[in-house]
């Protein structure tokens, strides 16, 4: 293979692309165009089957680590040199769209497969990782599969996590593993001595500001950091019609003093924070019941790491002094740090927008992403692409086909850079 040849961009193909979308979206289709592709489920194992099968025929060889996240390599002409890795995830929110996560691995297999058309070798070898349960939708938290093989957390960490149905994740996950026992598997990453050379994460915007200013890729500077906690209200079940209200302990009455109470510490005139309730369990669940446990999520999220310290530390001390007759454990289930991403990565994805005479804005994310663990380890970068309306996680989400072939020609434009360094 010629090793100075051709430009990798001008082979990505828009229509191969926005068809093996479209193909991924009928697993798990839902109403209004939507997804809902939970992680460790057959839809999830079918969907990496079909990434396997689009694969495998390039050239490209699958492999699994310990906690189910997915590699396909493609070999360099210096194999020993350390990968670059580029990806995201496969799994989605249960009401999303088809493009959050699986986009940016099928932008990485698109690239790939366009460094290989142009008749490229790269030096290092690049590959593609779809990583485990990036959202945090079925199992909480998110980016579990990041945060393993980038030892932030050990991989058997969230074993007891349950889903709605009571399964666990553990299980949950020997159940894949031993679905995909076929395909080799693979060290733990950086905790098992492989650390990437790069690793670079192409996504939808999810937010409104390049449709806004009408250009076409985002450079992403950073990710603002993440607190995720569960806070279990416990009162006493009691008859609803017979038992007076004084002499009750009602765990939701008491679960809306503490979230009016962390909504006032919560306050930010300037609207950066982030705050968010939306997961909420009653037991016993019925009309007639006075509630005995309420057990609620928060999402608090913020780009300075001394508001997130201060406010996500206050959470207990709140909650705990709103209560009036129930009592309340609060467990921190996830903490990312804001990170700022490396020049390296940055640099590279401006050079090869400019070079495809792409309009580019630098902008932080919102949303946190695998890239926020592996950016800890190796010169990490994203590259975002419009997000019509700036409408995600929901059915609606969508970009154009034109807008998602021209991040996959920067992704490859990047790949074939930093894979030749
Ligand atoms: C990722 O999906 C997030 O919630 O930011
Ligand atoms: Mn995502
Ligand atoms: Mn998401």
Redesign the pocket.
């Known amino acids: 293979m010629d090793r100075v040849a051709a430009d990798p961009a001008s082979a990505v193909s828009e229509t191969r692309q926005w068809d093996r979308l479209m193909e991924m979206a009928k697993l798990g289709a839902i109403p209004g165009d939507g997804v809902n592709r939970a992680c460790l489920t057959e839809l999830d194992r079918q969907a990496r089957r079909l990434l396997i099968a689009w694969a495998e025929p390039l050239g490209l060889t699958p492999s699994v680590d310990v906690i189910g996240n997915l590699f396909l390599r493609m070999e360099g002409t210096e194999p020993a040199l350390a990968p670059v890795l580029a990806g995201s995830h496969m799994d989605s929110?249960p009401n999303g769209g088809r493009f959050?996560?699986i986009w940016g691995v099928l932008a990485a297999l698109e690239a790939v497969q366009a460094i290989r058309e142009a008749g490229m070798a790269t030096r290092r070898p690049i590959e593609i990782v779809a990583w485990t349960n990036?959202?945090?939708?079925r199992f909480a938290p998110?980016?579990m599969g990041s945060m393993a093989y980038t030892g932030y957390r050990p991989p058997d960490t969230w074993d007891a996590v349950t889903d709605t149905e009571g399964l666990t994740f553990g299980a949950e996950l020997r159940r894949q593993l031993e679905a995909e026992r076929d395909i080799p598997r693979r060290g733990l990453g950086v905790v098992d001595g492989a650390t990437p050379s790069a690793y670079v994460e192409a996504h939808i915007e999810?937010g409104p500001r390049l449709e806004a200013e009408d250009l076409e890729i985002g450079v992403v500077t950073g990710i603002q950091g993440?607190r995720w906690f569960t806070v279990e209200i416990h009162g006493r079940s009691d008859h609803a019609g017979t038992t007076p209200l004084r002499l009750r302990k009602d765990a939701v009455q008491d679960m809306l003093r503490a979230i009016a109470a962390l909504n006032a510490l919560m306050h930010d005139p300037e609207d950066v924070l982030r705050f968010t309730v939306a997961r909420i369990e009653i037991s016993p669940n019925s009309s007639n019941s006075v509630a005995e446990r309420a057990r609620f999520s928060i999402?608090f999220?913020h780009p300075d790491r001394t508001v997130l310290a201060e406010r996500g530390d206050a959470i207990e001390r709140v909650v705990k002094g709103a209560l009036t007759t129930c009592s309340a454990t609060v467990t921190e289930r996830f903490n990312a740090d804001p990170i700022t991403f490396d020049r390296l990565v940055r640099d590279a994805v401006e050079k090869a927008a400019r070079a495809q005479g792409l309009g580019t804005l630098r902008l932080p994310?919102?949303?946190?992403?695998d890239a926020q663990f592996l950016a800890r380890v190796c010169p990490s970068g994203m590259i975002f692409v419009p997000s019509r309306g700036g409408v995600?996680?929901h059915p609606s989400e969508y970009t154009s086909p034109a807008h998602l072939a021209a991040g996959a020609r920067v992704l490859a434009g990047v790949l074939a850079d930093l894979a030749d360094r």
């Not at 990036?134 to 939708?137: D, P, R, T, Y």
């Not at 994310?365 to 992403?369: I, N």
């Open positions: 929110q959050d996560g990036e959202e945090g939708g998110g980016c999810q993440s999402d999220r994310s919102g949303a946190f992403h995600s996680h």
